[in-house]
Antibody, heavy 122, light 108 residues
């Protein structure tokens, strides 16, 4: 079955760190760009970061640049988001999402995980 | 960043109704516009890509149109499972992709 499963969400204090994981199954993970999209409670969708299939290119929203790092381990079919210097405004459900086309970034998403909740609060 | 504005923000309709949701971009985005459906507590689901292409497995009552700055998502005959929130997303200016604020479709 084609699926994405996020993990790692937790309650963390402001200024703290967290690492999210996204485990993929059912498709050739290394061939597809992957992304993180977040949704604050009761709010809309916000793109956070993307990484190309072979891992050469990484991209970040201005709101997280310099604090978050996206990476992937194609041997484990897993993508990561290292989140440092967390702020209250980073509180959200974080979804991982798959690009629909192999070997290029199309910048939209045909498969999403269920999400993992990150809460930044003291 | 390109601003995406959806209208209306919320909408009440009945089963069997024809519904249209509009998305306007703050600058031209060609046909690089995608639509998603999200139900409460669930992940978004891709419905339409590049303005008018129906994603595999999505019912044909969903359709999309438009180019440039103005786009529409149409549901030809609402079904009970269609009550959800709908988002548009531009993939023209990358990597700064942006979403609309959402349109909540409720049962009348």
């Amino acid at each position: 079955e084609v699926q994405l499963l996020e993990s790692g969400g937790d309650l963390v204090q402001p200024g703290g760190s967290l690492r999210l994981s996204c485990a993929a199954a059912g498709f050739t993970f290394s061939s597809y760009a992957m992304s993180w999209v977040r949704q604050a409670p009761g709010k809309g969708l916000e793109w956070v970061s993307s990484i190309s299939g072979i891992g050469g290119g990484t991209y970040y929203a201005d709101s997280v640049k310099g604090r978050f790092t996206i990476s992937r381990d194609n041997s484990k079919s897993t993508m990561y988001l290292q989140m440092n210097s967390l702020r209250a405004e980073d509180t959200a459900v974080y979804y991982c999402a798959k690009d629909p086309n192999q070997f290029r970034i199309s910048w939209y998403f045909d498969l999403w995980g269920r999400g993992t909740l990150v809460t930044v609060s003291s | 960043d390109i601003q995406m504005t959806q209208s209306p923000s919320s909408l009440s309709a009945s089963v069997g109704d024809r519904v249209t949701i509009t998305c306007r971009a703050s600058q031209t985005i060609s046909t690089d516009l995608n639509w998603y459906q999200q139900k409460p507590g669930k992940a978004p689901k891709l419905l339409i890509y590049t303005a008018s292409n129906l994603q595999s497995g999505v019912p044909s009552r969903f359709s999309g149109s438009g180019s440039g700055t103005d786009f529409t998502l149409t549901i030809s005959s609402l079904q009970p499972e269609d009550f959800a929130t709908y988002y548009c997303q531009q993939s023209y200016i990358t990597p700064r992709i942006t979403f609309g604020q959402g349109t909540r479709l409720e049962i009348k």
